[in-house]
């Protein structure tokens, strides 16, 4: 997952300013991507003008810099739709945002895409924990510095425990979104989409 696929997916929202779209992942999108800074988003918003998935239009500002706001294209709604009901793999740590940044933006998918998702990610976590929770965590120890190996121990199931919870509590999670979309009505049809800008023509 990129920084692009993020904004673009906010862009699909509704049209944004660069402002508007680093306020957003400093709240709802500091949970899908860690410290994002306002030098990233405008490198990323330049790059996307340049590839055609995003256009911007000069927003006068009385006694201000002249805003640019921009909006999300036709080609700009292609690839982002390609990421979010693409082929999903499971990071290696469930924690990684990859899966709540797709669900973050399930307005644009289908219940069956969803579930699809929630599928990969249940088959991928339940074989992690039958390969890996009882796994032979014994180290073969011969330190180079002072090293208290029962208090290491502790420390480590501790860590284990608790990382065998959180995973649990995971599984539990997405199993438990799963049924209850499962249960819920037949979704609306998806209206048809409004605000895409026409990119610029082709070189």
């Known amino acids: 997952m990129k920084l692009e696929h993020l904004l673009l997916g906010v862009l699909a929202m509704h049209p944004r300013t660069g402002y508007d779209l680093k306020k957003y992942m400093d709240t709802h999108g500091r949970f899908l991507r860690s410290n994002t800074q306002m030098s990233q988003v405008y490198r990323s918003l330049a790059s996307m003008e340049r590839q055609g998935w995003a256009v911007h239009a000069l927003e006068p500002r009385a006694g201000a810099t002249d805003a640019k706001r921009y909006t999300l294209t036709e080609a700009g709604a292609t690839v982002f739709l390609d990421w979010l009901t693409g082929p999903y793999s ?114």
């Open 90 to 203: 499971p990071p290696s740590r469930h924690v990684d945002p990859e899966l709540h940044a797709r669900l973050a933006f399930a307005g644009f998918m289908s219940r069956d895409e969803v579930i699809r998702l929630l599928d990969t990610e249940l088959d991928a976590r339940t074989r992690e924990v039958a390969r890996y929770r009882d796994r032979d965590r014994s180290h073969d120890l011969t330190p180079a510095l002072p090293y208290d190996a029962d208090f290491a121990g502790r420390v480590e199931e501790w860590s284990h425990r608790a990382g065998a919870a959180a995973m649990d509590a995971h599984i539990t999670a997405v199993a438990n979104l799963r049924e209850r979309l499962l249960d819920a009505p037949e979704p609306r049809p998806r209206q048809p989409a409004v605000g895409v800008a026409q990119g610029p023509e082709p070189l």
